[in-house]
Structures are given as structure tokens and as C-alpha cells.
């Protein structure tokens, strides 16, 4: 054991049950889990660089364009590619988010194409 304190436990892979699986699981919110305030940072930053073409697109179609060509514009520009992962990552996370507010209140999110969520 190295260092001060005691030594985390290993995971062994098919150690537990499908019931023991559940249990610890039940405990963590994926959501959470997966997207960390770090993560949450990058996916708004990222989302800032490409919203203004998806309040373009009036339907799928012409949002799919747009993406590409916004794409192609950052590839040639030069920006990193883990901006434009994020950006696309950001914009399936948010998306999701908003449509499940959009039941709620549109006045919630002003900010966010309403073209889009009311499709």
C-alpha cells in the first residue's frame, strides 16, 4: 500500500450479482454521474459557439445542414476537435432537457429556439 490512509477496494468485473448491480446503481443518478460540473462547463461553452446556427433551422432537415456546415467551418478554422464533440454532445443533452421543460413552461428556457422544441 502506498502512501498515508487506507487503500480504496478494487472492482473486479462480474464480481457482483445483476441484484447487487442493481442496488449500487439504484444510489447514483447517471445524469450526474456522467456529466460533471466540468463536463456541464465545456458542453455550455461549446453550446455557445454553435446555437446561433441551430436557431437557424425551422425543422430537422435544415438543422442537420447547418450542423454540417458549421462543422466543416470548424474543422477549416482550425478548432479543436473535442469543441465540436462537445458542442454535439451538448446540443443532444440540452435538447432533451428543454423538450421535457418545453411540457412544462417554454418561458422557462426563452433563450433556446422554440422553432425546434415545438416540433
Known sequence: MRGHGRAKPRVIAGR???KERQFHRA????????LTDQTRTRYYLALRKIIRHV???T????????????IKKMWKTGEPLLTV???LSALHFYL???????NEDLR???SYPKKLLLT
Open 55 to 57: 436557431e437557424k433551422a
Open 16 to 18: 457482483f450479482s445483476r
Open 59 to 70: 425543422n430537422e432537415d435544415q438543422l442537420d445542414s447547418y450542423l454540417c456546415l458549421w
Open 27 to 34: 444510489k447514483i443518478d447517471l445524469e450526474d454521474a456522467a
Open 108 to 110: 422557462v428556457c426563452p
Open 85 to 87: 464533440g462537445d458542442a
Open 96 to 102: 432533451r432537457i428543454f423538450q421535457e421543460l418545453k
